[in-house]
């Protein structure tokens, strides 16, 4: 199993130490796994900066990968949040500057609001929410092309009070879809959304298969992790919904160059 999308004390919400999560993906008997702490440049609610120490960071990466060479494969990651504007080359900039192994480029802000937060969803109806929170995401990746896989496509599915009707906003999700697919680019299983209170999955077993059905094949599976307990959550469940859309492989990066793993 691949957990490719996790966090360590390097990141602002997360406070285990890199090598206590790795100890425990290598009690789990995962075969990699990517640490990939968050890089927020600007981050659009105050409360928090998720700047990151890029030179310990680094320091930390390659020597986890060295003392876990025998146990594990520690894939050099991070998690860029998109934003258009100034973050957006702060982003580039940190993806150019250390041979990451793999980018998750996700939106955590959009329209300079954060969409974990009840206010971007207020005053607003959930059609105008949804078209402008995927038309921000469509021009996000548009200009920046950095990245290996996106994060948890669908995020504000976990935050939004009302979901609408698809048809109020999946020609944009569509053209979103096309565009990554054009580019080369993934999506991922994020597992995390199992434990939020509204239950529908990032993505969606409907957003995945449209990923599938126009031609994308690049699936990472990743639990979110930001405790111990939550490490390689949920992975088995991921490759079922890969092969139940119709694919046969979990991708995996090194080198920020992707290969497909049979899933047996
Ligand atoms: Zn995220
Ligand atoms: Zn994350």
Redesign the pocket.
């Given at each position: 199993m691949y957990d490719y999308?996790t966090h360590t004390n390097f990141s602002e919400d997360c406070f285990v130490p890199m090598e206590h999560m790795i100890d425990r993906a290598v009690s789990l008997g995962l075969t990699a796994y990517a640490i990939t702490d968050?890089y927020d440049p600007d981050y659009c609610n105050h409360d928090y900066t998720f700047s990151l120490d890029f030179p310990s960071y680094h320091e930390a990466l390659l020597s986890a990968q060295h003392k876990y060479k025998s146990s594990i494969r520690v894939v050099k990651g991070i998690?860029l949040?998109i934003q258009l504007g100034e973050p957006m080359q702060k982003c580039r900039d940190a993806a150019l500057g250390f041979p990451y192994d793999f980018i998750?480029g996700?939106?955590?802000c959009a329209e300079g609001q954060d969409v974990y937060m009840h206010d971007y969803y207020e005053g607003r109806s959930p059609e105008d929410v949804y078209r402008g929170f995927y038309a921000y995401m469509l021009e996000c990746f548009k200009q920046f092309k950095d990245y290996d896989v996106i994060?948890?496509f669908n995020?504000i599915d976990r935050y939004a009070p009302v979901v609408p009707d698809d048809s109020a906003y999946m020609d944009i999700v569509k053209e979103i879809m096309q565009l990554i697919i054009n580019d080369g680019k993934g999506i991922e299983i994020?597992t995390s959304s199992d434990r939020h209170a509204s239950g529908r999955r990032t993505p969606t077993k409907e957003l995945l298969q449209m990923y599938v059905d126009l031609g994308g094949e690049t699936v990472t599976t990743g639990s979110?992790a930001h405790d111990l307990e939550i490490v390689g959550r949920g992975l088995s469940e991921a490759h079922d919904m890969i092969i139940a859309a119709g694919l046969k492989y979990v991708a995996v990066f090194k080198d920020r160059k992707v290969s497909y793993i049979k899933i047996a």
């Open positions: 999308h968050h998690e949040g998750i996700s939106i955590h994060g948890h995020i994020n979110d």
